[in-house]
């Protein structure tokens, strides 16, 4: 009986232990450990795919390339806070709770807004996609998207520019993929496209 009490002590005193640690973290440093554990298997997703033959290697180096440069960047960011970048909310909730003892103060409504709009921008994407195909979707979903949220033409067009040129020499140029074609469109208008 004695025993059992003293393990449940124990777990308790672990409990609070982690818990006291937590609370001296913010949301920064739960991000920073989840970037660093992305850098290291991005490094070895490339590091195996060296030993594939040229053609296998070309795809995971396309993409492991860029997506380590910017781990990297990310890391710099957050560990030297030499720019102050919002939070993109991703590890904000882990610290909510452990700070206070209140509920977290965001609306159910208004989170259940977000969800229902983030819902409705990837089925319009996905109706994008089957309907006029990916290449034009693509610049029609990411105009759209970028100028709802941002209510600036330029970046806008600058957004939909740089998308839709990394994704034509990736992917069209780089990969030789035949990305979708569309359902609603007439293959005269598809033609025209490169």
Known sequence: MENTRQNGSSATGVKSLVLRQARRLDSNHFEALFIGLLFT???LLIYTALGYGSQPRLFPLLVGGPLLGLIILRLDLL???HIQLGSSGVFQDMTDGLMDDEPNPIDPMTKYRREA???LWLVTALVLVWAIGFQIALVVFVFLF???HERDLIRALGSTLIAY???YLL???L???NLYEPALLPESIM???P
């Open 41 to 43: 298997y991005t490094l």
């Open 79 to 81: 560990l030297t806070n």
């Open 117 to 119: 709009e983030i819902i």
């Open 146 to 148: 970028v100028y709802s």
């Open 165 to 167: 040129g990394i994704v």
């Open 171 to 173: 992917f069209v140029q």
């Open 175 to 177: 990969l030789s993929v």
């Open 191 to 193: 033609n025209t496209l």
